[in-house]
């Protein structure tokens, strides 16, 4: 763990781990049923080294880190079969979890309900979600804004019951039982407003196939 500065100068190592150390605190509280405190402590500061590694705003990554960690200690809970919940687990995985992965998840959420689970992820993901596909998004009535990009953990596949790719290759472990597509579509990256538009609507027609299909 490296020193990190925000706009006022330094934040020491010291501060980041007192920090972190009330993330895996919190979190201790929503999963002691399940892991120990060992276990937590261990997914909160990997989160932060994984989201550290890409982060251009550094002061806010103990919140992004709580947000990541929970979401693969869920997906975890999945993965154990400790998860009582009936809902699809669905991972939409791109390359930069900027662009198409975002606007499949957000889909998704919103059309899915409490029918799904939904995660995202990338294999080489960005800083931050592209202001276009932000844009295109709010146009449609969902807001992504508070979303960022996270990178693909292998408890995340193995918590999801499907998996779709779009444009990462071989970057997703294939485990038995799980269902894979590959959705061939245009990269959203440097493309303006009219072009990222088309992408979301041809995105928004595969969610809605894919949903109608899991949730018969």
Request: hydrophobic fraction near 40%; charged fraction near 30%.
């Amino acid at each position: 763990m490296n020193q990190k500065t925000n706009a006022d100068g330094f934040i020491s190592v010291d501060d980041i781990r007192g920090q972190l150390l009330k993330v895996a605190d919190r979190l201790h509280k929503n999963f002691k049923e399940n892991f120990g405190a060992e276990t937590i402590e261990k997914y909160v500061f990997e989160s932060f080294d994984l989201l550290d590694a890409k982060s251009e705003v550094k002061v806010y990554l103990p919140s992004l880190t709580e947000r990541f960690a929970k979401e693969r200690l869920q997906a975890l809970l999945k993965a154990q079969n400790l998860h009582d919940h009936d809902a699809f687990d669905i991972l939409f995985v791109c390359v930069h979890n900027s662009g198409r992965s975002q606007m499949a998840a957000g889909f998704m959420s919103k059309l899915g309900g409490e029918r799904v689970v939904v995660r995202s992820a990338g294999s080489a993901p960005k800083e931050s979600i592209s202001p276009e596909v932000v844009e295109a998004m709010a146009e449609v009535g969902i807001d992504i804004s508070q979303e960022f990009p996270k990178p693909l953990t292998d408890e995340v596949v193995r918590g999801s019951d499907a998996v779709i790719t779009m444009g990462c290759g071989d970057a997703c472990p294939i485990y038995p039982g799980k269902r894979y597509e590959d959705w061939k579509l245009d990269d959203p990256a440097g493309q303006g407003l009219e072009s990222v538009r088309v992408i979301r609507d041809e995105i928004k027609k595969r969610v809605e196939t894919l949903l109608a299909d899991l949730i018969k």
